[in-house]
């Protein structure tokens, strides 16, 4: 599917560039985070791929607040830049809340700009959404697992996955209309809400804790956690795991998304289809 995503964003970019525009995006990184130049590195390799333009923007641990808000002032306005993003985590000294404030809406391709967040809840579709939870809720509709009328139930709140994840399935759209319930560290009696799911998704950061016990057979039982666990036997030392303990989970669900290469494959896809998106937007306004 994300293969499939990559291929239309590769169209649409064709597209454009016989129009004259060629989508570009930037992304920024500041300190030297192992995790997070992995995924710099993929998002940039994946734009060169769909023929857009692009830009890593790489930072020492000790930029400042205000050099980095510079930086954003200037791809605001960057006219080969039609989206850009600032990795997170950033370094404790800058404020992230304020950094991400200062990125221009049309080009806020992560979708964390309060703007993109309401447009979402109110089901504008000019909004950026966020890329993990958009490529969960394309995976269910490229699979046909029909959300309307169902009981998706979200374990994790985050503004990154839980939050706007709630808002796709609560609208009155493809992938959407379903009966949402949100669970969090808070949540009392958890295995008794998870096996209300039809839909269950898992996002949370706790290596295989969602058991067998906690799902209700036949359930849709989506995975985006991204956890490394030791391993002796694996030659790096430690391997990749979700957040569900996927082979006792299998054997109830009716679908399960695998980890690693499951979600994690199409978040940069729909990065990508972001870029698109605030490319051809810019053309509009024009
Ligand atoms: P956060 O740490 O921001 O949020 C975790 C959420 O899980 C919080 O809402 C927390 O509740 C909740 N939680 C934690 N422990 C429990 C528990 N025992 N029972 C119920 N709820 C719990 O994480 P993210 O949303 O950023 O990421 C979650 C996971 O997804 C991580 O493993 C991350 O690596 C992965 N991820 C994967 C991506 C992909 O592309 N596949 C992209 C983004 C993230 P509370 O709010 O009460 O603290």
Known sequence: MAQAIRQEVAKGVAECVSRGVQPGLAVVLVGADAASQLYVNSKGKACLEVGMHSETIRLPTETTETELLALVDR????????????????????????????????????????????????????????????????????????????????????????????????????????????????????????????????????????????????????????????????????RIVGDVAYGPVAEVASAITPVPGGVGKMTIAMLLLNTLQAAQQSRLSV
């Open 75 to 238: 791809l605001n306005t960057d006219p080969a830049i039609h989206g850009f993003l600032i990795q997170l985590p950033l370094p404790k000294h800058i404020d992230e809340s304020r950094v991400l404030l200062r990125i221009n809406p049309e080009k806020d391709v992560d979708g964390f700009h309060p703007v993109n967040v309401g447009k979402l809840v109110v089901g504008n579709p000019t909004a950026f959404r966020p890329a993990t939870p958009y490529g969960v809720q394309q995976m269910l509709i490229r699979a046909g697992i029909e959300s309307k009328g169902a009981h998706a139930v979200i374990v994790g709140r985050s503004n990154i996955v839980g939050k706007p994840m709630a808002s796709m399935f609560l609208q009155d759209a493809p992938g959407g209309n379903a009966t949402v319930t949100v669970c969090h560290s808070r949540s009392r009696d958890l295995p008794s809400i998870t096996r209300l799911a039809d839909i269950l998704v898992v996002a949370i950061g706790k290596p295989e804790f969602v058991t067998r016990d906690m799902v209700r057979p036949g359930a849709v039982v989506i995975d985006v956690g991204i956890n490394r666990v030791p391993d002796a036997g694996n030659a790096k030392g430690y």
